[in-house]
């Protein structure tokens, strides 16, 4: 990996030049110590490990996109450029994969730089919390990308293995594959180590402890914890759990507010990355021309009394065409240029639907179906609390709003993925709004198929003879 880690190195310099990023200088130089002096060096520092989630391998890019194209909740447009096909039909291979394994390794060495050098600065509310943050964004990349690379911790046995959770800057180690399991659980350490030294209030898009516990949350669901995904999600929650009712909903997408939204990464007019959007459609003589559009079931999911429906979903023509456009990140207020939007990484309906799975699947019924009650109150007009809903159809109810709620935020896959559940796309409707139009080629990816795995690049396993590839590439 020597030669991967030097030319990630070098890739986060050339690529961290933009004028609108000059001011968080030196953050993309080789880390020294001599680059961690004073507070301001580290403050610079952090505001580039932050700059680095706005890669288009991560969440300003094509993240936002991928785990609905390789799911069911979207098909690809017969009007678009095609962009992410191999995705979608589960082609990928070692030299057709995601950037994101190299992007998440350059993302953790700006974290690593900060955790090798922090140490040398006096005990304080500014040491912890610089801690706080370089772990807990560091664990937040490892979890995405074992995610991705991985077996679930659930289905991987003793000797399933995934790539390494390295936690250095130097560039000459060649690190072996480590357990899947080790992996997970050492997330979670990040997790909690970061959880008491982090500040309770850094500002909009910075990591703090409410984050943290969100996404303790994510982890500990993933892994099956359901006692502690529901203790973090308490924590994250607060007694009162703050969601955006049906009016301020809107607003989320448009960046006119935070309400309900733990993580964002800022976008601003002056960066004007676009990807977030173009990745679903551009507009073409004023019109929508869409990459992928609404699957046509989903599609029907979404209720006339949703708000949902209106902020994830136009219908309109293009070339004579009627579609259903995902328009989630159409722009924000005033931007004036279509998909420069805030990229919201973590929000508090995530948790409560972390929280309300849990809660049935520990056999807390009632607590469950009050989370649910709670999130459906917000979101459709006119709802009355469900009453007796129990057992397998509480379950049911809770992951059917999962996946209306959480629709084109790069989670269904991974959460198909998570429940052992296969992709089951229905090759009878096509990409238009009444199901005609050109349908899917490949309609099912089985429980436990290797390629819920994604391949590890090819470059990498070819130079590093200890890092083997996932089976099945």
Known sequence: MKKFLYLIALSAFFASCKKAELDLQPFNQIETASAFTTQ????????????????NNYVNGNWNIIADVMADNVIVSSLGRQTLTFFGDWRYNADNTLGFFQTGYSINRRANAILEN????????????????????????????????????????????????ITTTDAKILPSKESVK???????????????????????????????????????????????????????????????????FPKIWTDDTNNGVLLKVLNTTLDNVNTLGVNYFQIVGGLIKSEYVVEYNLNKKYLSNDVRTSSYIQTSLFNGVLQN???????????GVAGVVDAKVLRTAEVLLNRAEAYQRSGFDLNALADLNLLKSNRY???????????????????AERRLELAFESDRFWDLKRRNQPVVRD????????????????????????????????????????FTQNPGY
């Open 40 to 55: 301001t060096d580290v403050t610079l520092a952090i505001n580039g490990m932050y700059n680095g989630l706005r890669t």
């Open 118 to 165: 922090i140490e040398a600065f006096p005990a304080g509310a500014f040491k912890d919390n610089t801690k706080g943050e370089a772990l807990a964004l560091r664990a937040m990349v490892y979890l995405d990308m074992v995610r991705t690379y991985s077996k679930t911790f659930e289905n991987a046995s003793a000797t399933d293995s995934t790539m390494a959770y």
């Open 182 to 248: 080790g992996f997970y659980n050492k997330v979670i350490s990040d997790l909690t180590t970061a959880l008491p030294l982090i500040g309770a209030n850094n500002g909009v898009g910075r990591f703090n402890k409410a984050v943290v516990s969100g996404l303790l949350s994510r982890a500990y669901l993933y892994t099956g914890d359901f006692a502690n995904c529901i203790t973090a999600s308490n924590a994250a929650l607060g007694t009162t759990p703050v969601l955006p009712n049906i009016a301020d």
């Open 325 to 335: 456009h995902i328009v989630k990140y159409r722009s924000r207020s005033g931007a």
């Open 381 to 399: 007009t006119g709802f009355t609390n469900i009453v007796g809903l129990a057992g397998p159809a509480l379950l049911a109810e809770i992951l």
């Open 427 to 466: 090759p009878n409707f096509g990409d238009r709004a009444d199901g005609t139009g050109v349908k899917y080629i490949f309609t099912n990816l089985a429980a436990g198929d290797y390629r819920f795995q994604i391949p590890f690049p090819s470059t990498e396993v070819n130079f590093n003879k200890a």
